[in-house]
Structures are given as structure tokens and as C-alpha cells.
């Protein structure tokens, strides 16, 4: 079983100017990722994946393999809308060195809670993988109550939800009474540190993409309750967090990394690179270290 305690990163998918995949890209950012984070997180949404064709994110999913070499679990991003569809296309999935899959709620159609219970229910039922949850109702326009994750917590095959709501009572609901064995993990870089100290494991991070070293270094503080040294590390990234999104996610994180030398800021259509004033603001050298 995966130990999802600590830091995962929602890793970006490393593109070229052409449109193609940067092969080279994903192997800098996974030298430079495993230095400090837990785990990895491929093909979710700070990689692209709704723009990725089949192909696309077959080939991100073996270069991250053969690069990673097993040297950190690997969680693989595997959601979608049809739950037909996402329950036939596993078996079109080599599932080799792939520790979980983040399934995130149906989105666009906005299915009742019954709706949404029923659907990672067969999902679950489908894995031959544990199961990771995913609310983020900002992008799919409908909430994973508490009440729904803690029924779909009894499930066998299911092991956690990425809670990326912003709602900390909500979260509070399902730290309270979540199972053994079930964990909450952060949705948010910012919040995690709250959601560490109600019950959490940890986060999956996008600032992780940049900052592995010093942001696991933060959550493990967190984790050991010591979170006067976790505010000393949490406070640089204030400013620099809402940027990452202003214009769209990953484009803020991709300025980052590109900054740092590690990919470059290329982003699929219907997202644009990030503008001058944004890569501007962000620094190529004042994030550089924390």
C-alpha cells in the first residue's frame, strides 16, 4: 500500500515550442523533483492532461517510469466524466510501477452526491490500483461532500482524498471521522499547514515542481507540529502562490521552473504562456531560492 504521508508533487508536463512533449524536460524535472518529495504525481491537472491525446499520455506515463526507476511510489492522474469510458480506457493502461491512480470528480455534468458516490464506486470497483479521490470544485463545478468522501472511504479500494475545496470545515468533517487507513491530503500549498494540523497527511503540491527540498522540508515540520520552523519556509511562498494561477495553471508554475532552468514555459491551447508582466513579476531570481 502506498504511504501517502508527506509531500507529493502534481507534476507539469514539460512541453516544446512545436506542441511535441519535452522528453528532456520531464527527465530534469524528475532529477530535480525526487530530491526531496515523497511521491509523484503524473497526467493530473497541472499536467495538462485534459489537452493530452492517448498517445500523448502514454508516453509521459513511460518516461516517467523508466526515469524514475522506482526510486519514489508514482501516482498516475485517471478522471473523467463517463464513467464507462474511464473504466474501459484502464484496461488500455499499463499499470507497471503505477503505486495509485488521482481520480478527480466528474466534472461538467454535476451529478448529484448518489451520483458522485455511485461513480467512484465503480471506478474503485474497476482499479486494479488503490484509488485517490479529488474535489476540486472550482474546476468541476460540483463538491465531494464530507458525508459523500466518508461513504466512499469504507470502500476497499479507495485511500484518500485530495481536498482541494478551500473549505476547512469540510475538511475538519472528514478528519474527524475518516477511517483507519484513509488519508487527507491537501489541495492546496497554503492551506496545507491548516490541514495538517486538523488531521491531514500531507499535500500534493504544485509548488513542490519548484521548491521540493524546501517544501517537503515545510510539511515534514508540519507534520512534527512544529509549525513556528514550518511558517519560517511557508511565509516566502505568500506572494508568489496567488501569481502561479493568475493566468491560468500550470502557466505560473511553468515561468517558475523556466526561470529555474529545468523546462520550458510552453502550454497547450486553450492556455497561453505566461505574459511579460506576469514572468515579470513572478523573477527569473527572487524565488529563485527560499
Known amino acids: 500500500m502506498i504511504n501517502l504521508q508527506g509531500t507529493g ?9 512545436n506542441g511535441n512533449i519535452d522528453v528532456q524536460g520531464i527527465e530534469n524535472l524528475i532529477e530535480h523533483v525526487v530530491k526531496g518529495v515523497d511521491y509523484l504525481v503524473a497526467l493530473g491537472t497541472t499536467g495538462e ?10 508516453q509521459v506515463l513511460e518516461v516517467t517510469r523508466q526515469k524514475l526507476k522506482g526510486r519514489k511510489p508514482l501516482v498516475l492522474g485517471h478522471g473523467g466524466n463517463d464513467t464507462a469510458k474511464l473504466i474501459s480506457q484502464m484496461k488500455e493502461i499499463d499499470f507497471t510501477g ?4 488521482l481520480s478527480v470528480s466528474p466534472y461538467y455534468n454535476k451529478p448529484s452526491q448518489n451520483g458522485i458516490i455511485a461513480h467512484y464506486r465503480a471506478v474503485a470497483d474497476a482499479s486494479p490500483v488503490p484509488v485517490i479521490l479529488y474535489n476540486v470544485p472550482g474546476r468541476t463545478g460540483s463538491n465531494i461532500s464530507a458525508a459523500s468522501t466518508l ?6 479500494n479507495i485511500i484518500g482524498i485530495k481536498e482541494a475545496s478551500g473549505n476547512v470545515e469540510q475538511a475538519m468533517a472528514i478528519a474527524r471521522d475518516m477511517p483507519s487507513g484513509f488519508s487527507l491530503i491537501s489541495g492546496d500549498d497554503l492551506l496545507t499547514p491548516a490541514l495538517i494540523s486538523i488531521g ?29 520552523s514550518a511558517t519560517k519556509i511557508w511565509k516566502n511562498w505568500i506572494d508568489l502562490n496567488p501569481l ?31 505574459s511579460e508582466g506576469l514572468k515579470e513579476r513572478i523573477g527569473k531570481d527572487r524565488y529563485r531560492y527560499i
Not at 508533487?9 to 515550442?17: L, S
Not at 461513504?151 to 476497499?156: G, I, R
Open 200 to 228: 491531514a497527511c500531507g499535500v500534493i503540491s504544485v509548488l513542490a515542481n519548484a521548491y521540493p527540498v524546501a517544501f517537503s522540508e515545510m510539511v515534514n515540520f508540519c507534520l512534527r507540529s512544529d509549525f513556528a
Open 9 to 17: 508533487v502534481a507534476m507539469v508536463t514539460p512541453m516544446q515550442a
Open 151 to 156: 461513504a466512499l472511504a469504507q470502500h476497499p
Open 244 to 274: 502561479l494561477y493568475e493566468e491560468g495553471n500550470p502557466v505560473g508554475i511553468k515561468a517558475v521552473l523556466a526561470g529555474l532552468g529545468i523546462c520550458g514555459l510552453d502550454v497547450r491551447l486553450p492556455l497561453v504562456s505566461a
Open 98 to 101: 503505477v503505486d495509485a491512480i
Open 49 to 58: 492532461v485534459a489537452t493530452l491525446t492517448t498517445k500523448e499520455k502514454n
